[in-house]
């Protein structure tokens, strides 16, 4: 009922301001929000103008509005003897002027109300503009804005593939990964059962366990079976691994035998020593008589001769000297130190002054007969 009187009121002001003018190009109203985004219980000032390229009398502009988001909160009109008025959705912008009329309209002050829908809201403006009765070309204007939740999210929840958190007001929900701990062992891996490492989501208690892998048996030494096996058993699950002998390529010495050995103690082609009487096996102290296992026989240290020199010493190096051994032939040589230097006895301490005088005198005189020969030419 109300819509319907601000319309006719309008009508009756366009009526009665009617004054004869030639149209050209109209009239354009447009506003501006002093916000896009708003909150629950948010105002928002829309200021509203018109752009008029021709005569015009009169100037209506009615807004539309949504009453279940918005509610009023104040109009004011800018131009000379304008008249605004409000309804239950709307709000009416009227006023004349004798001539074109170009600036500024007004401005509508509108709130959010505290239960209005989330979304997008709009406000449009419906324009009557008439150069007495002839109606001039005119334009209104739509203004959206977002109607936006100020979230208040409760606590992390688990969810599929992460965790997420709801907002009480709009329903919005809002997701994440999971944010583990570093994990702690809640079962020790053994020989025979995999463990279990425990992680927690530091943000929503979510539990998650990974395994842990089972651990190498721990076998003891092996232990001969038979003459074709041994075994070592696991000291944890006392589980028993059998397998064929393995003997090394090389042969064991003993004290009278040798033999090819396997880890657990098995022997195989054992044998006694068999020394080779003819042939003396050496090293830098001793010989012996050696088994092809590596025993020896009859080792005694060697016995050397009193040595014969090689290399004499003199003052300028060392000299050696080279011993044999009578019974196997092993030889040393030992280092002979040099000769000390020749020592001046006192005579010749004096005659070698006495010989180099001689020497200058000598060359002094040669000098002095080779000038005068010249001379007496």
Not at 216 to 229: C, I, K, L, Q, S
Request: net charge negative.
């Amino acid at each position: 009922m109300k819509k319907m009187m601000s319309v006719c009121l309008c009508l009756m002001l366009v009526v009665a301001m009617a004054v004869t003018v030639f149209a050209t190009n109209g009239a354009a109203f447009s506003a501006t929000a002093s916000a896009e985004t708003l909150y629950r219980g948010d105002t928002v000032t829309l200021s509203v103008k018109v752009d008029c390229s021709e005569e015009a009398t009169s100037y209506g502009l009615m807004l539309n509005y949504d009453a279940t988001v918005f509610e009023l909160v104040e109009g004011k009109c800018a131009a000379e003897g304008a008249l605004v008025n409000s309804f239950d959705n709307g709000f009416a912008f009227m006023f004349q002027n004798p001539t074109v009329y170009s600036g500024s309209v007004g401005t509508v002050t509108l709130k959010v109300k505290a239960d209005a829908a989330f979304g997008t809201a709009t406000v449009a403006g419906e324009a009557s503009v008439k150069n007495g009765t002839t109606a001039v070309t005119a334009t209104g204007f739509s203004a959206s804005f977002t109607v936006a939740c100020q979230h208040s999210y409760g606590e992390w929840t688990e969810a599929e593939n992460g965790h997420a958190k709801t907002c009480p007001t709009c329903g919005d929900v809002k997701t994440a990964d999971h944010v583990w701990d570093n994990g702690t062992v809640a079962k020790e891996a053994t020989c025979t059962e995999e463990g279990t490492t425990k992680y927690t989501c530091a943000d929503c208690a979510a539990i998650k366990e990974e395994a842990i892998s089972m651990i190498p048996h721990a076998y003891g030494e092996w232990e001969n079976v038979d003459e074709n096996t041994h075994k070592h058993v696991c000291g944890a699950c006392q589980k028993e691994e059998t397998e064929n002998h393995g003997f090394a390529e090389e042969l064991t010495a003993g004290e009278q035998t040798h033999w090819y050995a396997c880890a657990c103690g098995a022997k195989k082609e054992e044998s006694v020593h068999t020394f080779d009487e003819t042939t003396w096996s050496k090293d830098e102290l001793t010989h012996w008589h050696g088994c092809t296992c590596g025993a020896k026989a009859d080792e005694v240290a060697h016995s050397w001769d009193e040595g014969v020199v090689t290399t004499e010493a003199t003052q300028n190096q060392e000299g050696e000297k080279t011993y044999t051994c009578a019974d196997c032939g092993e030889t040393k040589i030992e280092k002979i130190p040099q000769l000390a230097p020749t020592p001046q006895t006192g005579d010749e301490a004096h005659v070698l002054p006495f010989v180099l005088l001689m020497l200058v005198s000598a060359f002094g005189l040669f000098a002095t007969v080779v000038a005068k020969k010249k001379f007496c030419r």
